[in-house]
């Protein structure tokens, strides 16, 4: 299956949570699921129940921060197929987008083609 995003070449899927229909990024350099503010309000609507854990997060210019964040477990489906997955809610993402970590892919088993701008599951 291709990717939803052409133009600025991100892995972008479309997925499904509670039925409402979004897209997440396909992000392989983080280790975790992150759900954004917009995600977080409908789980919140929708009376998922959230969790505090601590986290060590790793941010791109190399800082390193342990800190509480709220972590909620719901189901993906993509493609029809439902997903189990960890979401960590970071109160200070105001821009955040959903990202799928490497723990999604390597459950869902899927394999990306990033050059040809492809992905599909390992069991197909």
Do not use: Q
């Amino acid at each position: 299956m291709s990717f939803v995003e052409k133009k600025k070449c991100r892995p972008l899927f479309r997925i499904f949570i509670d039925g409402v229909e979004g897209s997440a990024i396909a992000d392989t350099g983080a280790s975790g699921c992150i759900a954004s503010r917009k995600l977080v309000k409908i789980l919140e609507e929708n009376g998922h129940v959230f969790t505090m854990k601590v986290a060590s997060l790793t941010y791109a210019n190399g800082k390193i921060e342990k800190s509480f964040v709220r972590v909620v477990n719901v189901d993906v489906v993509l493609e029809g197929v439902k997903i189990n997955t960890n979401f960590m809610c970071l109160d200070n993402g105001e821009e955040a987008r959903t990202c799928l970590g490497v723990d999604f892919l390597e459950s869902a088993n899927i394999v990306m083609e990033l050059k040809r701008r492809k992905w599909y599951f390992a069991w197909r």
